[in-house]
């Protein structure tokens, strides 16, 4: 696990990875702005007040809308990441594993479809989670434990199901299910951090590939399972 860790903040500066960095960002923050300008227009086309009262209305949902969007931020820029994650992985896969044969290209609309599946499950996993706010530490552990077994289970799918069809690649996480879920957790955490949460996705695709293959060389000298491929 701290292996993993090493290897892919140790290839952050990597060119490929930078560019899907900049990409998720740029993308990101262009949503960001694009939301908030859109819901004060139309907060000023619906009120059908004037005047001060409209000014007031507009302030008000210009910053009820910058609130809303930042806390949708970071499963913006997961939705985004997913559809970028092919890029991360193949870019893991060629300076770690170079042995590795060329996986099967991930259609866009598959990228896509990950990419708004990881933004759906990041924004339920934390509504549901709002209600214990008022105990932090409860929070946090009920954020973290819920996010982790989720997006430990679909980072894995992103990488696996690029070389193993997609029953395969379950049966490998239900036999390594506390490995990916602690693997998940550490990308939760990441998740909640101010900041690190807007590169994090990023990031938890390019630790994943580590984190599976680790998985499949301790197959290798032991127990028989399904081998993400060579």
Wanted: glycine residues 10%.
């Amino acid at each position: 696990m701290f292996s993993a860790v090493a290897k892919t903040l140790g290839q952050m500066n990597d060119p490929r990875i930078r560019g899907v960095i900049g990409k998720t960002l740029g993308l990101a923050i262009l949503g960001y702005i694009l939301f908030v300008a859109l819901v004060y227009m139309l907060i000023g086309w619906l009120s059908g007040l004037s005047g001060w009262l409209e000014g007031l209305a507009q302030f008000g949902g210009l910053f009820g809308a910058m609130v809303i969007a930042w806390f949708l931020f970071p499963s913006i820029a997961a939705a985004i990441a997913g559809i970028f994650a092919d890029e991360v992985i193949d870019a893991v896969e060629d300076k770690h594993y170079p042995a590795l044969s060329r996986a099967r290209p991930v259609p866009m609309l598959s990228a896509l479809a990950d990419g708004l599946k990881l933004a759906a499950i990041a924004i339920v996993a934390n509504l549901l989670a709002l209600p214990f706010l008022i105990v932090p530490p409860v929070y946090f552990l009920i954020t973290w434990g819920v996010n982790g077994w989720l997006l430990g289970r679909e980072y894995f799918e992103m990488v696996a199901f690029r070389r193993l069809d997609r029953e395969t690649a379950r049966l490998l996480h239900r036999a390594h299910i506390r490995t990916f879920t602690v693997a998940g957790i550490l990308i939760a955490i990441c998740l909640t951090i101010p900041f690190v949460n807007l590169i994090a996705p990023v990031l938890g695709a390019a630790f994943m590939v580590h984190i599976a293959q680790n998985v499949v060389n301790q197959r290798d000298r032991g127990a028989h399972a399904p081998s993400l491929g060579r």
